[in-house]
């Protein structure tokens, strides 16, 4: 990233430079030995020179090629508590000079030594200082503060960051643990419809049983009706003596025997009967 930003400054000082501008020297006008450079400083006082030269100006980390400087430096500038100093010092001397000095974001510059010219302007709420001279080397030191609203605002992107990720582990937890009252929810209630299953067959179990108990006790007609019933589970008692083929009163007698033996129940539905099996006989 980088490399890129470097390139696109180098781009724009040249065509800066070479096609002419308010604020460079005119290409016509540079002389033999030329200094032309930008230099952009960042909060963490690391600083960003482009430019052009005849001559290598040996500035450290600060890369010369093709009469083009580029790099990023980190000793261009040193901090001194809450101040941060810039220091540019080159014995050489050059015909031509122009240095621009492009300060952070809300930066405040304090005393400027130099035995360049300098002009001071601001644009987007950065500082612009420019130093343009002839034959002469090159000199310039300056203090400048950051303004605390912008290292506060540093700090402010690493609390919002924080946060942010403390709410994202507090979702995620939710939903695992969500996921998992789920998952042991389900589990519950497959094993209570499980145990729900199997206590309804064990009851039926029980009842086929006690049935097949009691109707060995029955005559032939007493077992047809209990067939009927635990077939149809339960019959008005007109289908009842339809399905048994018992007449009426005889079904009647016996649908009373039964009901007294607790094996049925027999309730009143307007002017018949409904019949089912009594599936707690035996208490």
């Known amino acids: ?21 308010s604020n460079s020297i005119s290409a016509q006008t540079i002389k033999e030995d030329y200094f032309l ?3 952009n400083l960042f909060s963490d006082g690391s600083a960003l020179v482009v430019g ?10 600060i890369s010369y090629e093709n009469q083009t400087i580029y790099g990023i430096s980190q000793y261009l500038t040193n901090k001194q508590k809450e101040k941060w100093n810039f220091n540019l010092n080159l014995e050489k001397v050059f015909s031509e000079i122009y240095v621009k000095v492009i300060l ?29 001279d002839t034959n002469k ?3 310039i030191k300056f203090d400048y503060e950051l303004n605390s609203t912008s290292i506060s605002e540093a700090k ?17 937890i939710i939903i695992l643990w969500w996921f998992f009252l789920r998952k042991k929810f389900k589990k519950k209630k497959k094993k209570e419809n499980l145990l729900r299953k199997t206590k309804i067959k064990k009851k ?21 009706i209990i067939k009927e019933l635990i077939e149809h589970k339960k019959l008005k008692q007109s289908q009842l003596q339809h399905l048994t083929k018992i007449p009426k009163v005889s079904l009647s007698r016996y649908l009373v025997s039964l009901e007294n033996k607790n094996l049925i129940i027999k309730k009143s ?3 018949t009967n409904i019949i089912e099996i009594n599936k707690n006989f035996g208490k």
Not at 157 to 165: A, D, T, V
Not at 204 to 224: D, H, M, P, S
Request: charged letters at 20%; a neutral charge.
């Open 104 to 132: 952070p974001e809300n930066a405040k510059v304090g005393d400027i030594d130099s035995n360049l010219i300098s002009f001071i302007s601001t644009e987007d709420n950065m500082i612009i200082i420019e130093f343009i």
């Open 1 to 21: 990233m980088k490399k890129i930003i470097f390139l696109i400054f180098v781009l724009l000082l040249l065509l800066f430079l070479f096609f002419g501008s």
């Open 37 to 39: 450079i930008q230099i």
């Open 269 to 271: 539905l307007g002017k």
């Open 204 to 224: 039926k179990n029980n009842l086929q049983e006690k049935l097949k108990a009691i109707r060995q006790t029955l005559n032939e007609r007493e077992n047809k």
């Open 52 to 61: 052009s030269s005849n001559i290598n100006p040996d500035i450290e980390e």
């Open 137 to 139: 080397n090159l000199i």
């Open 156 to 172: 402010n992107y690493k609390i919002y960051f924080l946060i942010i990720l403390i709410i994202v582990a507090i979702i995620i």
